[in-house]
């Protein structure tokens, strides 16, 4: 989970009003609580990276969240070659066509424009994902049977 990331999903938990968020995955512990008069991200690194800081910026909300991590954060500059599949609706993302069935594509796989690269439910239809560019899946950004908001990234791909 990198700091973009945080901060939408900041900015998301002060717009909706609740007062408390804990998301805890593999390797990331996330809390995110509101109610302050101000806003404030702190950031808790399991190992200390050059370069990057300990303090973020506060973010202009009405309502106060304050994250806490103990995840590494990776450099956003990593990623920048990549272009990312995002999600056109919301609902609930699926690797695959059908349980017994193998997913769209994997990371490594080779894709082209128009190619279906996963399915998302939303309101009881399943809408099928196209790429909107080739190359080589390098990543998968969400699990399977997961939620999805609009805009989310789901997939990074190497266009060369």
Do not use: H, W
Request: hydrophobic share 40%; aromatic share 4%; net charge negative.
């Amino acid at each position: 989970m990198d700091i973009k990331e945080i901060q939408n999903l900041i900015k998301f938990v002060a717009k909706s009003g609740a007062s408390e968020v804990k998301l805890e995955m593999e390797d990331v512990k996330l809390t995110i609580r509101t109610g302050s008069g101000k806003t404030e991200t702190t950031i808790v690194q399991a190992a200390p990276m050059a370069n990057i800081p300990q303090q973020v910026a506060p973010i202009a909300a009405p309502q106060a969240p304050v994250a806490e991590t103990t995840a590494p954060i990776k450099a956003e500059n990593d990623d920048a070659k990549y272009v990312t599949v995002k999600s056109p609706i919301i609902g609930t993302f699926y690797r695959k066509p059908a349980p017994d069935k193998p997913n769209f594509v994997e990371v490594g796989s080779e894709i082209n424009t128009g190619d279906t690269v996963c399915v998302i439910e939303a309101m009881k239809l399943f809408n099928e994902i196209e790429s909107e560019v080739s190359g080589k899946i390098v990543k998968v950004l969400v699990d399977d049977s997961s939620p999805v908001e609009f805009d989310q990234p789901l997939f990074l791909v190497d266009p060369s």
